[in-house]
């Protein structure tokens, strides 16, 4: 099960320490998923190397944009690109080349060393919703995010067990100026979680808050040796690098800091509508995109991946948990394995307005493919309604419970002696039954998943008990896991700095609402 | 995408004919899957080969027992098992031996040849749920189902688009003596829709009366050279065959229908705690229980498979939708096609008290990983709630919907010209859109699966239709769909020698109520 209890740490030295271990309520996190089941291969040889084929047609007859970033285009020259204006034509081969000095997989740290990440190989992340203005709960329903919610939900994911990462704008916090707005998140997530995080990537200057913060928090020789953030980089399908978000990735990929490199896909709107199609763009995507991490930085840590949904051809609304949507990310999945590069994409997508039966129908048709199609990084893998919008109290306790799921899955069969179980066959033999038999009572406690949520109890129990469902057992459970919650220890030296660079950068400049 | 339009067809001639083809409602329902992508493929070939040898030992040294049934210890004596008591040993190799003659794939006909389904190969057939002694629907919540209750499910089958069979027992109908309830269900299945169905198999007179009633439908000689029934013969777990089962069986059998040989499995009550013991039973189980069918009648059509849930081992619950049933559900798949059998297994199932997000979290696990793990032969695919204990209504035309992803998953990914799409990257170009160009409108109707059920409406839109959950978006679409529903043509001369069949049968015993 590669299980660990990663409890309540303490970071600060003697009393402090000592107080905090006395006090300590331990968080039990799961260790971060490693697979021992194989991927599923929806593309055959044929497939893939007509898809790279034509990849590497896009870069070179079609060329992709890199916008307002004049820098970049020098990179792209020096590179051996051929630059008109802004459009940036690879010859074959070259992007491949460029990316080959990426890393296949980096050690993501944690300031609890317990929590560091391991991104690549066959291992899988799980992190929170990212993005939402929104968020809703079964009582207050849907509001604007403030800051108040996101600590929330920055508590709720320490306290998960199946959730590795504290992820990055688990909600937007609408109530803190948009110029200001970064350096709260941060806060929160150096502060109240000791699980890895995300920088952030809405300027150039916020990415480098983002590495100065870190290294207060780290240590700077730490951070410059380490990578300590993973940040998220959407490339503007199709094939469009605009200025900020590259910026945002300079910054990173100078420091040394990861870069999720990810085409944000509709299908249908932003990508051909056909999968086919659409594969192939994602990867002249993500061989532009990862090649220009690696001309600002060899070496650089870099996911690539892709934020892929289809659209309602009737409606235009974007629509998530359907096939075509899993045909995409098991086909990237193969595609970024044969690049040698760690893989983003999935999460427990939906576009349901309420955490109801359709959002868990779409949820779980994604975070199965997410599992099978060989993710190393899932973002959006908890609390994630209605498209993306919100982020939901109620969905993100449902969610992450389900996670659980996917760690026990990716355990695989295990064929020894235990696991083959022909003693317990003898033992029992035609017409007997095996719940007290010795080899059950030797290995019940961690044969099978247990859920933390769901409604196993007898009918009559769970009528007398109020016929609550889901939504209601969800809202009962977010509420005692923030009652319950526990600050973890921090030096107060660390913290103090860090408030006050806070304090100092919202000073330093009007606020900004747009 | 293989569907096709098989609406309603007049089985009569001349008038009723000509006036049922200017009135008839045509109703799609879609082909069966033919699968264009792989399958699953959880364990590798070590792992088959100990799980096949050990299984070959259970048979050998163990052994199976047949339970108040002389004629089958007689043929497992004739065939060169040794038979102890009720106990047959079977020697290494002859239950595989014996398992060679059952065909691999057969055509179960409809009395609507456009409905026929061919079940082996690459090929899933979706059926809906079986056994529940309760209904719920959103308005009348949970109790007694009665045959209203049954014909009302019968009619939801025949108008779902996704829905390749009518099924058996899509819910008990308590109102009717137990004796007697066979007969007004398959009256039902008869006369109400034209979609293949199943037999009795809770006596094995029941099973004679199946098939006479199936002679009057389809005409005695095509039914002794055709397979016009599928019927579920559970397995006593561990390794008993109780002398009903098999006396329904034998019946199927010797009248070349079509037998699912399932052990029922809850792992650690009924198998071993570990999923490599539990395949190993189950392969024990169905190579025992395939090669009885043999030797009643070599060549008899028969699929293999088992229903498969884990048990909550704090409560004894049986729980659903979990990655143990998953993994047992995987590993099953790849034994059955190594012994060249139709495979069955899988379902919307789970274990929630209500269609909430407990159960579409559930259902979707299953389904997923049914379409996955190569399963011929789906029973339980919509409609499935607590556990097997309670049709509901609204869960019914939910599943239904999701089986609709399926269909799409199992497509594939088309690499052609067309799914290229390289014209469209070229037309498009970077910082384009894709929503006007030629190859999106050439696609667009078919390039995605749609939902008939869920809702991606714009929240504003959403909350001004009344802020509708997906119950009560499900409630009101089995309502439209029985207002809707058109009962298909049929022969009258059938209807009433059916009905005579009936009334006879009932008139023939006292009522009998256990």
Known sequence: MNEQVAGRRARGGGGASRRAERTAVSFETARFIERNIPNFEILNEEALQIIEHNAETILEEIGVNFVENEAALQRWRDAGADVRGERVHIPRGLARKLCSTAPSSFTQHARNPARNVEIGGRNLVLAPVYGPPFVRDMEGGRRYATIADFRNFVK????????????????EPTDVPVNKRHLDMLLAHMTLSDKPFMGSVTAPERAADSVAMAKILFGSDFVDQNTVMT??????SPMTFDGIMMGALETYAAANQASIVSPFIVGGAMAPVTVGGTLTQVLAEVLAGVSYSQLVRAGSPVIAGAFVTSIDMNSGAPTFGTPEASHITYGVGQLVRRLGLPYRSAG????SKLPDAQAAYESANSLNMGLLSGVNFMLHACGWLEGGLVSSYEKFVMDADQLGTLHHMAKGILMDENGQGMDAIREVGPGGHYLGCEHTQANFKTAFWRTDLLDYKPFETWAEEGSRDTMQLANERWKKMLND????ELDVAKTEALEAFVAERKASEPDAFI
């Open 156 to 171: 709720l994911a320490y306290m998960s067990k199946w959730l590795h990462h504290s992820g990055g704008t688990v909600c």
């Open 231 to 236: 940040s998220l980089v959407n490339i503007n």
């Open 485 to 488: 919650y526990v600050q973890p």
């Open 348 to 351: 427990a997508f939906c576009g």
